[in-house]
C-alpha cells in the first residue's frame, strides 16, 4: 500500500502550487489557508525568488514542502543537488525520469526525502511529444519511464491522473503516484492537456494531487483547499 495511503491527515493528499512572484505573496496565501492545507510545492518560479529558504522556513514551522525543481544534469551535480535539498527539510523533490539522473538522485538522497521522477509533462500531448522528437505515444513513453524509475529505486511518480492505472501496473502498490493538471469541476484547464478533477484522481488510486491556480487565484483560497480534500475524501 502507499505510504500515504496511511495518512492520518487527509488535508495531505492536497499540494498546494505556490506558483506566485515572490516570498510575500506566498507567506499571503499560506496565511489566508491556515489549516486547511499542509502541503506546499514550490517550483522555478519562486525558487529562484528566495523561495528554497521560505521552503526551510515552511519545514520548521511543521508544514510539508515539494520541491519541484525537475533536476537533470551530469549525475554528480544531481547527486550534490539532492543532498543540498535533503538538508533544507524537503518532503519531494521532482528530477527528470532519465535513468542516469534518477541514480543519482537515489545515491544523494538523505533521510525523510522522496525523490518523484517526472515522467513527461502533463501539459505535452502525443503531437509535442513527436515535435520533441520521441517515437512513442505520451502513455507508452510514461510506462517506460514509470517502469525504469521503480527498477532504480525512485520513491514515486509524477504523471497524468490520465496514465495513473497504467503507471501503478509497472510501479507497485508501495510507491507513490504525485498528479498535477488537478482542475476542480468548473475550473479552466490553462495550459494543462491532461486533467481530472480532485474526485477523479482519488479514484484512480492518485496518493496526492497539486493544485495551483484553482486555489491561488480564487477569491477564498481555504475554503477552495477545503473543497477539494473534501472531494477527495
Known sequence: M???????????RLIVALDLPDVAAAERLVARIGDAATF??????LAYAGGLDFAAR??????KTFLDLKLHDIGNTVEEGVRSA??????FLTVHAYPQTMRAAVRGRGAGLKILAVTVLTSYDD???????YALPVA??????????????IDGIVCSAAEAGAVRERIG??????????????????????VMTPGQARAAGIDHVVVGRPITGAEDPRT????????MA
Open 40 to 45: 506546499y510545492k514550490i517550483g522555478y518560479r
Open 127 to 133: 503531437a509535442d511529444a513527436a515535435e520533441a522528437g
Open 2 to 12: 502507499p505510504e500515504s495511503a496511511t495518512l492520518l491527515d487527509p488535508r495531505d
Open 58 to 63: 515552511l519545514a520548521r514551522e511543521g508544514k
Open 86 to 91: 535533503s538538508a533544507l527539510g524537503a518532503t
Open 140 to 153: 507508452d513513453l510514461v510506462a517506460r519511464r514509470a517502469e525504469q524509475a521503480a527498477e532504480i529505486g
Open 173 to 194: 502498490p508501495s510507491r507513490l503516484i504525485v498528479t498535477p493538471g488537478i482542475r476542480p469541476a468548473g475550473a479552466e484547464a490553462g495550459d494543462q492537456k491532461r
Open 224 to 231: 477552495v483547499a477545503q473543497a477539494i480534500v473534501a472531494e
